[in-house]
């Protein structure tokens, strides 16, 4: 199904509907900070708790909603669970949409006349 003069054709619903439902879970702001913080690298949920300011069981519940949905994996090393982002698509996705607002939120840089 073609968009009406764009030259663009429509994903399909099965598309959308996954879309969506990523963009849902990427709508929390913790849930959003996580993927963010393992977008740098591996973590385990201790760290990641850490880094992102929240108690240990929200954070695991958070990375097992994302796990669900694919955006999260995980392996265990010894007794610890690793998590990191199992969609390189969703970093660049994030990376772009974060990196993005936050020029924008930056002070503009002010030019030096005269020297």
Known sequence: MAAAGSGFEDPPADVLDRAAAAFGLLASPARLHIVWALAQGESD??????????????????????KLAGLVGSRRE??????????????????????RLTDRAAPPRRLLHGL
């Open 78 to 99: 010894g007794r610890r669970q690793v998590y990191y982002v199992d969609d390189p698509d969703v970093v660049d996705v994030v990376r772009l949409l974060v990196g």
């Open 45 to 66: 949920v201790t760290g990641l708790a850490e880094r992102v300011g929240g108690a240990l069981p929200a954070v695991s519940q958070h990375l097992t909603k994302l």
